[in-house]
């Protein structure tokens, strides 16, 4: 099953030590698969292979904007989150899942699954969204049949809002995550309703070629979006059909916790095993024939020093 929880806005370094709880709950078999659901005020992320050169804005013009700057351990290089988006961070133990042959799902196929549940919340809006080979997350703007093979739906004519010209790639989310002990952290950034305009400050995950979107720019003139909150409930219902797995929602944080302190740990130290019984199961409670029999041979007789 996977938990999922909505908490409207976070501050960055909240939602850090957030994951960091429940990435321990995790891997102490307390808590199962959680989904966090949010959005953050403007912040500047850098992942592991960020190169500061990629942020464009002066740090005084940064706090001017009231923007942020955080060094995490994702991967991936600078992103922007800010209002407006739709933030996941799926707390999620890969050991607990299985790709379509069976075998325990690795970090790459965790991403793309992560991508196909984005690709499909965006179609629910008529928008046609997939993948570009080497390069992760989802985007827009892609023929009927992208670089990896898989056809995709037809792209939405354009409207009186003034979609960019088909053809021509627009990201409309970026996803990093971070492995430690078989649970991830980190996860997706959706553009929902994000004011464009904050990316000039920065070439988003490295990438200078190519724009980015949001589902407010993309859809039909017609269709009205939600709000991020009515957003984030299709998000996890998308990733419990992708993942095959039943979604709960939880209310509350405090409820997740309540769980956690009723269920024991299931990963023991070392130091807390029981002391072992013995005779232990695999100690003979009487000597076998064979060992019997060699017991019964004479001893050999040790040299002795010949005098002189």
Not at 84 to 93: A, E, R, T, V
Request: with cysteine; proline share 9%.
């Amino acid at each position: 099953m996977i938990q999922y929880i909505y908490l409207g806005r976070v501050d960055y370094a909240e939602a850090l030590r957030l994951q960091e709880e429940l990435v321990a709950l995790r891997q102490q078999g307390r808590v199962g698969n959680v989904l966090l659901l949010l959005e953050h005020p403007p912040v500047l992320t850098l992942g592991r292979n960020a190169s500061r050169a990629n942020i464009l804005a002066s740090d005084e013009m940064l706090t001017a904007r009231g923007v942020t700057l955080h060094e995490i351990n994702r991967g991936g290089d600078v992103t922007y989150h800010g209002p407006g988006q739709l933030i996941g961070y799926p707390i999620f133990d890969l050991r607990s899942l299985r790709n379509p042959s069976g075998a325990r799902l690795g970090p790459v196929d965790f991403v793309r699954l992560m991508e196909e549940a984005l690709i499909r919340l965006s179609g629910e809006f008529a928008v046609g969204a997939g993948r570009i080979c080497g390069l992760t997350g989802v985007w827009c703007g892609l023929p009927s049949a992208v670089a990896d093979g898989s056809p995709q739906p037809a792209q939405p004519q354009n409207s009186s809002k003034g979609l960019p010209p088909a053809g021509r790639e627009r990201k409309i989310a970026a996803i990093g995550i971070h492995v430690a002990r078989g649970v991830t952290s980190h996860g997706f950034a959706f553009n929902v309703t994000t004011d464009l305009g904050d990316f000039r400050l920065i070439n988003p995950c490295g990438i200078t070629d190519k724009p980015v979107t949001s589902l407010a720019q993309e859809v039909p003139g017609l269709v009205a979006l939600p709000t991020l909150e009515a957003l984030a409930h299709r998000a996890a219902r998308q990733f419990g059909a992708v993942f095959g797995q039943p979604v709960e929602m939880l209310e509350t944080l405090d409820a997740l916790r309540s769980q956690a302190q009723s269920t024991p740990d299931q990963e023991t130290p070392a130091q807390e095993f029981p002391a072992p019984e013995f005779p232990a199961q695999d100690t003979p409670l009487q000597v076998p024939p064979k060992v019997e029999r060699l017991r019964q041979l004479p001893r050999p007789v040790k040299d002795r020093p010949i005098p002189a």
